[in-house]
Antibody, heavy 123, light 111 residues
Framework: EVHLVESGGGLVQPGGSLRLSCAASRFTFSSYWMNWVRQAPGKGLEWVANIKQDGSEKYYVDSVKGRFTISRDNAKSSLYVQMNSLRAEDTAVYYC????????????????WGKGTTVTVSS | QSALTQPASVSGSPGQSITISCTGTSSDVGGYNYVSWYQQHPGKAPKLMIYEVSNRPSGVSSRFSGSKSDNTASLTISGLQAEDEADYYCSSYRSSSTLVVFGGGTKLTVL
């Protein structure tokens, strides 16, 4: 069964940094766009960022541009997001999700999701 | 305010049908067939239920169907079952720097 497992969440002070990881298994990781989606406590889903199969294209929601950096290591079947200058409003469960299998299609849907990792930004 | 507009809640009795709407603009829902729907039970990860407006992934019940008209997409669940009680989110590709937008979510209650 296709699998995604996030890690790296935790408690961090405002202005701090955190790096989340997502380990993929049982599918050809390098063939898919990959996404990060977050959900603040009691709130809805918010797409955060995605990255092309070869890492050459990256897209972000406006609220994290300049603070978050998405990356991937296809040799390790792993997705990452480096989060800097964290704010209270970044507090959320962060999900890793598999995206498009087409290199030219930046987004169509997300068919496999991890269970999420929780990030809490608080002093 | 979410980019796509969904009703906050809907309800129905077992065996009935319900429809959840998702209204966007010509830059997202109305302009592309990249509307998807996700089911989320409390404390669980979202699950893809419908992709590209009306397609069902393998393993999703045929009781779930999707459609679109102009800038509004819809998810219909027929033959409601207790296990369908969950939050439902629509999502769409958007032709802007944001790229992907979600609706605010709809809480489905099975009476």
């Amino acid at each position: 069964e296709v699998h995604l497992v996030e890690s790296g969440g935790g408690l961090v002070q405002p202005g701090g940094s955190l790096r989340l990881s997502c380990a993929a298994s049982r599918f050809t990781f390098s063939s898919y766009w990959m996404n990060w989606v977050r959900q603040a406590p009691g709130k809805g889903l918010e797409w955060v960022a995605n990255i092309k199969q070869d890492g050459s294209e990256k897209y972000y929601v406006d609220s994290v541009k300049g603070r978050f950096t998405i990356s991937r290591d296809n040799a390790k079947s792993s997705l990452y997001v480096q989060m800097n200058s964290l704010r209270a409003e970044d507090t959320a469960v962060y999900y890793c999700a598999r995206g498009s299998s087409l290199t030219w299609l930046t987004f169509n849907f997300m068919d496999v999701w991890g269970k999420g990792t929780t990030v809490t930004v608080s002093s | 305010q979410s980019a796509l507009t969904q009703p906050a809640s809907v309800s129905g009795s077992p065996g009935q049908s319900i429809t959840i709407s998702c209204t966007g603009t010509s830059s997202d829902v109305g302009g592309y067939n990249y509307v998807s729907w996700y089911q989320q039970h409390p404390g669980k990860a979202p699950k893809l239920m419908i992709y590209e407006v009306s397609n069902r992934p393998s393993g999703v019940s045929s009781r779930f169907s999707g459609s679109k008209s102009d800038n509004t997409a819809s998810l219909t669940i027929s033959g409601l079952q207790a296990e369908d009680e969950a939050d439902y989110y629509c999502s769409s590709y958007r032709s802007s720097s944001t790229l992907v937008v979600f609706g605010g979510g709809t809480k489905l209650t099975v009476l």
